[in-house]
């Protein structure tokens, strides 16, 4: 059973930082691409950044482009959203997601694009 568990989320003032981690264990495939979103009260959930393993690349929301950063460790098994210069519209509850290869058919983009998904940790940003 794939079980991503994500923590590090809390209350921030505006232009702070804080670090989510997603830890994952159970995997019996292989994982090809893992992704951080996001979904405000009343809003649909959102893509944040998704990292490839293979490779490194990344790919941000245009949003948080500049201010987060994904990164994860060799052996695949945590994943981080390091979180700058927060504003209050970053507020959210963060998830983070694994893609397996038929997931991984469907854009990055998309929440199709990912099989598995965390509980999800808060992130609020006070003003």
């Known amino acids: 059973q794939v079980q991503l568990v994500e923590s590090g989320g809390g209350l921030v003032q505006a232009g702070g930082s804080l670090r989510l981690s997603c830890a994952a264990s159970?995997?019996?495939?292989?994982?090809?691409?893992m992704g951080w979103f996001r979904q405000a009260p009343g809003k649909e959930r959102e893509f944040v950044a998704a990292i490839w393993w293979i490779g490194g690349r990344t790919d941000y929301a245009e949003s948080v482009k500049g201010r987060f950063t994904i990164s994860g460790d060799n052996a695949r098994t945590t994943l981080y959203l390091q979180m700058n210069s927060l504003k209050r519209d970053d507020t959210a509850v963060y998830y983070c997601?694994?893609?397996?290869?038929?997931?991984?058919?469907?854009?990055?983009?998309?929440?199709?694009?990912?099989?598995?998904w965390g509980q999800g940790t808060q992130v609020t940003v006070s003003s």
């Open positions: 159970g995997r019996t495939f292989i994982t090809l691409r």
């Open positions: 997601a694994d893609s397996t290869s038929s997931s991984a058919t469907y854009s990055h983009l998309d929440t199709r694009g990912y099989d598995y």
